[in-house]
């Protein structure tokens, strides 16, 4: 059974940064196509960032040049380094994982299978 489970978030001022770590059990990370979600209360689970298993990396719009997720396959972990952190960026942030994702659909919600519980970030201005 595939576990995901982040670490805690935390809350930081406009231009902080934060750095998010989803640890992967029940599956070898490096054979797992992953992404970063987020939500804020009342809207849709949106695509921040995924990797696939070459790392090859996608971003939403919002946060490119300032998010960066990254893999550490012998930690069996995954990384979502944030900088220049904005109000906007404040939500729930969710780890997501499958053994099989199509490149172009990589942030879309529906493409993965496993999920994390959940951290909450919050950035005051």
């Known amino acids: 059974q595939v576990q995901l489970v982040e670490s805690v978030g935390g809350s930081v001022q406009a231009g902080g940064s934060l750095r998010l770590s989803c640890a992967v059990s029940g599956v070898t990370a490096s054979t797992y196509y992953m992404a970063w979600f987020r939500r804020v209360p009342g809207t849709e689970r949106e695509g921040v960032a995924s990797?696939?298993?070459?790392?090859?990396?996608t971003y939403a719009d919002a946060v490119k040049g300032r998010f960066t997720i990254s893999r550490d396959n012998a930690k069996n972990t995954v990384y979502l380094q944030m900088n220049s952190l904005k109000p906007e960026d404040t939500a729930m942030y969710y780890c997501?994982?499958?053994?099989?994702?199509?490149?172009?659909?990589?942030?879309?919600?529906?493409?993965?299978?496993?999920w994390g519980q959940g951290t909450q970030v919050t950035v005051s201005s």
């Open positions: 990797i696939s298993t070459n790392n090859k990396t």
């Open positions: 997501a994982g499958d053994g099989w994702v199509n490149y172009s659909g990589a942030l879309r919600e529906h493409a993965y299978i496993s």
